[in-house]
């Protein structure tokens, strides 16, 4: 059985940081994608950042570039989402999501497209 497990959540006042992780068991994602997006209340599923695997790129979002970082730890299986100089706008379920396959680049940002998905983990943003 696969799973996603998220943890690292929590509150941070603005321009603060925060590690969010990914591990996932089951299996591995090696030739695939994995990423993660977030939800904010009221609002749609929004796509956060994507790295697909064996050489394939990392893909942010416009709103995150230069402020968040992904990084693969392919020994523990797990994705961390280093995240920095936070603002209250991203403030959001975090989910990690995985693919086993390489998604192309015009599916990455579509939710639906991927296969896996953990629980989600609550960043919130605030002074």
């Known amino acids: 059985q696969v799973q996603l497990v998220e943890s690292g959540g929590g509150s941070v006042q603005p321009g603060g940081s925060l590690t969010l992780s990914c591990a996932a068991s089951?299996?591995?994602?090696?030739?695939?994608?994995m990423g993660w997006f977030r939800q904010a209340p009221g609002k749609e599923r929004e796509f956060v950042v994507a790295?697909?695997?064996?050489?394939?790129?990392?893909y942010y979002a416009d709103s995150v570039k230069g402020r968040f970082a992904i990084n693969r730890d392919s020994a523990k299986n797990t994705l961390d989402l280093q995240m920095n100089r936070l603002k209250p706008e991203d403030t959001a379920v975090y989910y990690c999501?995985?693919?086993?396959?390489?998604?192309?680049?015009?599916?990455?940002?579509?939710?639906?497209?991927?296969?896996?998905w953990g629980q989600g983990t609550q960043v919130t943003v605030s002074s």
């Open positions: 999501a995985a693919n086993t396959n390489r998604l192309i680049l015009s599916a990455l940002r579509d939710g639906r497209n991927w296969g896996y």
């Open positions: 790295i697909r695997f064996n050489g394939g790129g990392t």
């Open positions: 089951g299996r591995t994602f090696s030739g695939g994608t």
